[in-house]
């Protein structure tokens, strides 16, 4: 059921605030309107573009914070980022990620994002990838967006080791899974964590 346009936008921007990364057309599909209406919305509420809101919301984050790897080197889009604990990025499936004769995404793409996403959360200068435990559970395809969330599930000053899961998402299935054991100098803080549920 149609909203009145004031009660709409009221509540376009509770749904924003609370889901700072929700696409135009999720917006459209979840109040029935047009994406033409959202955008227009949007403008009156001086709410700007999704990807004007990520790059507002991470690009200072990140250039203050991460040690292991540039940010012209992460696949896909850091959106958030708690070092040494958790991070999120998304990755918009294009046409340059895809097989030209059945519009699947090639696999390295998908694991590219996992696998840098679980460097960029490292809080050390040196973070490599040791070995890797990956499984695809289903295709994905040109123009779904990939969110890739980490958690470091176990981390030893000892061994200089860190674990950490990597699990994508296209709206709500997974897509990908991956724990990746990672290497780190001994820079690292604090005690060793024993893993934990997330």
Same mark, same amino acid.
């Given at each position: 059921?149609?909203?009145?346009? $004031? ?25 029935? !309107? ?17 990807? +004007?809101?990520?790059?507002? %919301? ?7 914070? %991460? $040690? ?5 080197? %992460? ?41 840098s996403l679980a460097v960029a959360v490292i809080n050390d200068e040196l973070a490599l990838t040791i070995k890797a435990d990956i499984n ?26 860190? $674990? ?8 709500? +299935?997974?897509?990908?899974?991956? !724990?990746?054991?990672?290497?780190? &100098?001994?820079?690292? $803080? ?6 934990? &549920?997330?």
């Amino acid at each position: 059921m149609k909203l009145p346009k $004031k009660q709409r936008q009221e509540k376009l921007r509770q749904t924003i605030e609370e889901m700072p990364f929700i696409t135009d057309e999720a917006l459209a599909n979840q109040f029935h !309107v047009s994406i033409q209406t959202i955008r227009l919305d949007r403008m009156e509420l001086s709410i700007p573009e999704l990807r +004007e809101r990520i790059k507002s %919301v991470a690009t200072d984050q990140w250039n203050e914070t %991460v $040690k292991a790897l540039p940010i012209d080197e %992460v696949i896909g889009e850091v959106i958030d980022l708690e070092l040494d604990e958790r991070a999120i990025s998304i990755l918009d499936i294009g046409a340059e990620h895809v097989f030209s004769r059945n519009y699947i995404a090639r696999g390295h793409h998908l694991f590219a994002q996992a696998n840098s996403l679980a460097v960029a959360v490292i809080n050390d200068e040196l973070a490599l990838t040791i070995k890797a435990d990956i499984n695809f559970t289903r295709q994905v395809k040109q123009g779904e967006r990939v969110v890739a969330k980490a958690n470091v599930i176990s981390s030893s000053a000892r061994n200089m080791r860190t $674990k950490v899961e990597v699990n994508s998402y296209v709206e709500n +299935e997974v897509v990908f899974s991956g !724990v990746f054991d990672m290497y780190r &100098s001994n820079e690292q $803080k604090g005690e060793d964590r024993n893993e934990v &549920s997330n």
